[in-house]
């Protein structure tokens, strides 16, 4: 488990640095960056995973949501992988909501995604191990969050290892993917027409089955164009409703789908997840 | 003095745009950014000149930096023009450090720059009138502050300008481009080899004829890699000091060139500009 550095950087008296591995689960190298709040000096700190959405990297997150300023202040270590293999494989760059920097966090069952697109067990599995070995990280303290196709890896995670994650938070998450063009696009490209596959990673159906004792947060622009296609926040308020998980549903005016929007709630994003993790 | 707007997103309850208008001191279509507080609602706010450095355009800034926050808790309108022209000219694209992405700041005097690479007139000029005809800022009350090569824009505005620009900053500044390879080739390509031209564009230099009454504040990276070569801060602390010029100069311990640096402190500079804007 050798790590290469990429690149490291001074950040609010902690260090932001981009790291790549050759990963066994993906047959290939993958990327992902970690922020080092100034505490991680001491010992161990909590974990917070951040899922990025369509079309971003591990550098997104890192660049443009400002999250470092409170993960500084409350001693959180972020890690954000990146969003897809990058090796090439046929017909991987014909749309950008499929293929590269769109692995929707599952793990892929049909050619020839099954032998690389295993995002799901690459963040699940081996880099937490990674992560452990490498940086001060606290295992037993770990929280995820994520935006858009991230706020669906986000949610999934979270309700499928609700002892792993003991916070979950989404900022404008994808939350019914069977039931919305870019999902129902992914799941059958990468797991196949097989729809009991898709439940699995679907957090409408999820949660009915298995809601969280805590509560989850959810923050979503009101002027989001995404919003009413491909989100449908609604879905999964009355799935988690009808199964007795609490959601604190934030919808903001006027905000819309990107790092803008982000930026304006990160802070409330951190201190959820700080009360939960500290 | 039409306006094209290119974009706009709510940001920390204000708005964050993206506008282009023909600008006719550059004889070409200008691109730059300006995030409006929630003051803004209710009436005109004092503005920040934000000069971007080598590569950057009018977007970095608002990506990158996290000023946004901080802008709408003192209630200060940001605005950061692109870099340069974006027309193409014979060999703008050879180097990253002249034509494209590095206007420096200066009306050029030499064929082809002269008669578009006027970014000195257009930020002093034209771009301000454009600025309080179109968007509720205070013309009264205005600061500059950038970053490396806008750093250099910032100081040299500042001290040419000080009843205009009632506060001052930079990040990582080129202080003395007349003894720097990036200044020199940037000043012989746009002015030609009349070093008494020069001078009128090296903070270096200004400072000793025109000292400010108030206290310039400079952040710089003990690890920023162009520090010993083109940055030398130590030029500039120099003739200040000899011409009775106030700097308040913070040298940040192993930080780098970039914008994980200028996030790390970008909230102490917005309160240094709200101290004396407001």
Redesign the interface.
């Given at each position: 488990m050798t790590l290469r550095t990429l690149g490291e950087?001074?950040?609010?008296?902690g260090t932001?640095g981009f790291y790549a591995h050759e990963s066994r689960t993906c047959g290939t190298e993958m990327r992902f960056s970690v922020y080092r709040p100034p505490q991680a000096q001491a010992g161990r700190v909590p974990v917070l995973w951040y899922l990025a959405g369509l079309t971003c990297t591990e550098e997104t997150f890192a660049?443009?949501a400002?999250a470092?300023?409170f993960a500084a202040q409350h001693g959180l270590m972020l890690v954000a992988p990146d969003t897809s293999p990058r090796l090439r494989l046929p017909g991987d760059d014909l749309a950008w909501d499929f293929g590269l920097a769109a692995g929707f966090y599952v793990d892929a069952t049909v050619a020839p995604w099954a032998a690389h697109y295993r995002t799901y067990s690459w963040i699940t599995a081996e880099l937490p191990e990674l992560i452990a070995a490498h940086f001060p990280a606290e295992p037993a303290r770990q929280g995820v969050m994520g935006h858009s196709m991230g706020g669906h890896g986000a949610l999934t995670l979270g309700l499928r290892h609700p002892d792993r994650y003991l916070s979950v938070s989404a900022f404008a998450p994808i939350v019914a993917p069977m039931q919305v063009p870019w999902g129902q696009k992914a799941f059958a490209g990468y797991l196949g027409e097989d729809r009991s596959r898709w439940a699995e990673h679907d957090a409408t159906a999820l949660v009915v089955r298995r809601p969280r004792r805590d509560s989850l947060r959810i923050d979503q622009?009101s002027?989001d164009t995404f919003l009413e296609k491909q989100l449908k926040p609604e879905l999964f308020l009355a799935a988690a409703e009808q199964a007795g998980q609490p959601v604190e549903y934030h919808l903001?005016e006027?905000?819309?789908h990107?790092?803008?929007?982000i930026?304006?709630f990160i802070?409330e994003h951190l201190a959820f997840h700080a009360q939960r993790l500290l």
């Open positions: 950087h001074a950040c609010h008296g932001q660049t443009k400002g470092q300023r622009g002027a903001r006027g905000y819309d990107g790092y803008y929007f930026q304006s802070a």
